[in-house]
């Protein structure tokens, strides 16, 4: 059970992301904290984390956005709910919110990008498939064993239920992607699994892939040393961390306990070899791995701005960007 703790946004719905692949695209956060409860999760270490099997929802969201977009000098050309907070937590709340911003979006002739583990309700699908050019899906796939999915993403949905609404999601037209982030070390890096992955996105249609390796933060380390309950489990992922370094990635602006860089860029590679046989175009975001890649992982999708020539990819000003 996960609590919800109901609370007024005081601060602007859409905000300028940390990260470089969304720096030109305004983030909405419809909660602080999850409920899917992935261990992994790097917003474990925010302050603004809630707890444990907690999540804060901002009950005024849709409100402040009404008033807030109008205000703006020019519209943007779409929005990316962030990855910190899944847009379909199994929360009626959370979901009645998503839908009614979504549909206020699209009203607005705003498109919407998303990065999601969980279940897409059916009436949310229509919305998404009734607007398929003015979305950007992204679906968060690190394994098809759904004993790794049970224990590190506890309430996410199973993996038959992301291929499925991923077959759906593409089918309707909607660009799809999927991230293998985080591979877990020792436990989903070997040929098998990755191979299994990329063969059931690609028999949907999928066709980019974005990929990184688990990195530690205190938090993170402390958590799935918590909630792994399998021993064996848990060594063998910890256990490839006893060579490992620390490094200063962009998301977050942080520095984290990471896999050597030569170790990652193998991993990478032995994706990308898997992935490009099943004509699947992988790429390594450099938020996360800025001492092995300089590419942008098109976290959000790719848009044309010039739809409107009104209007810009961009939400912020300079002066906004430096308040």
């Known amino acids: 059970m996960v609590e919800v703790i109901r609370t007024n946004r005081k601060s602007a719905v859409l905000t300028p992301s940390g990260l ?15 409920a899917h409860g992935c261990l992994y999760c ?28 109008p205000r703006k000098r020019k519209k943007p050309r779409a929005v990316y709910f962030s990855p910190s907070s899944d847009l379909f937590q199994p929360i009626p709340d959370v979901l009645d919110m998503a839908y009614d911003i979504i549909e206020y979006l699209f ?5 919407v990008a998303f990065l999601t583990k969980g279940r897409i309700p059916e009436r ?9 050019t003015e979305v950007r899906a992204g679906t968060g796939l690190i394994s098809l ?7 590190f993403e506890p309430n996410a949905a199973s993996a038959e239920t992301r291929l499925s609404q991923m077959k759906e999601i593409v089918d309707a037209g909607i660009v799809n992607q999927v991230r293998l982030d985080p591979v877990l070390p020792g436990l989903t890096d070997d040929a098998d699994t990755i191979e299994s992955i990329c063969a059931a996105v690609a028999k949907i249609g999928v ?9 530690l933060r205190a938090a993170v380390a402390q958590s799935l040393n918590q909630h792994i309950p399998d021993r064996t489990m848990r060594d063998a992922l910890f256990n490839r961390f006893n060579i490992a370094e620390r490094i200063g990635i962009h998301a977050g602006r942080s520095n984290v306990t990471a896999l050597p860089g030569i170790t990652r860029r193998r991993i990478h590679d032995r994706v990308r070899e898997i992935a490009g046989r099943h004509e699947i175009t992988l790429r390594t975001c450099s938020c996360k791995n800025p001492d092995v890649s300089d590419q942008c992982c098109s976290i ?5 701005p010039s739809k409107d020539n009104q209007r810009q990819l961009g939400l912020f000003d300079e002066q906004e960007r430096t308040m």
């Open 20 to 34: 470089n692949c969304l720096s030109r695209m305004p983030t909405v956060n419809l909660t602080s904290g999850c």
């Open 107 to 111: 009203q607005q002739e705003i498109g």
């Open 300 to 304: 959000a999708g790719n848009w044309d």
């Open 42 to 69: 790097y917003a474990r270490g925010y302050t603004t984390y809630p707890g444990e099997g907690r999540i804060t929802l901002y009950a005024n969201t849709l409100e402040r956005l009404r008033a807030e977009l």
């Open 207 to 215: 066709k980019r892939m974005a990929v990184s390796v688990l990195f």
């Open 145 to 151: 064993d759904n004993r790794i999915l049970r224990t």
């Open 124 to 132: 949310h699908m229509r919305l998404l498939k009734s607007n398929p």
